[in-house]
């Protein structure tokens, strides 16, 4: 069992910058992939980027490539996510995710969740 506590999130403006945080509990950190989702208002929970249990290999949406950055410490065991050059289309609830395989771009792919930290950008 993993349990995952994301932090960070808040108001920022246009253009500006945030890092969203997850703590994770529970088994060895480092044999699980990681997942940053996202959702907002009246829409499917969407990926944002993955990164692989030891941080050698990272992957992102489209929408994020160039302007977020996700990244991990095992010693911490933490996961964040970097995001510049913030939109308003960035606003939504940000969760982060575990899996025990290979990194994913796909929601139901991941075994453990976070409760989610609300990030909004304001125009």
């Known amino acids: 069992q993993v349990q995952l506590v994301e932090s960070g999130g808040g108001l920022v403006q246009a253009g500006g910058s945030l890092r969203v945080s997850c703590a994770a509990s529970?088994?060895?950190?480092?044999?699980?992939?990681m997942g940053w989702f996202r959702q907002a208002p009246g829409k499917e929970r969407a990926f944002v980027a993955a990164?692989?249990?030891?941080?050698?290999?990272?992957n992102y949406a489209d929408s994020v490539q160039g302007r977020f950055t996700i990244s991990r410490d095992n010693a911490k065991n933490t996961v964040y996510l970097q995001m510049n050059s913030l939109k308003p289309e960035d606003t939504a609830v940000y969760y982060c995710?575990?899996?025990?395989?290979?990194?994913?771009?796909?929601?139901?792919?991941?075994?453990?969740w976070g409760q989610g930290t609300q990030v909004t950008v304001s125009s």
């Open positions: 995710a575990a899996r025990g395989t290979y990194y994913s771009d796909i929601t139901k792919h991941y075994d453990y």
């Open positions: 529970g088994r060895s950190f480092s044999n699980f992939a």
């Open positions: 990164i692989t249990g030891n941080g050698g290999r990272t």
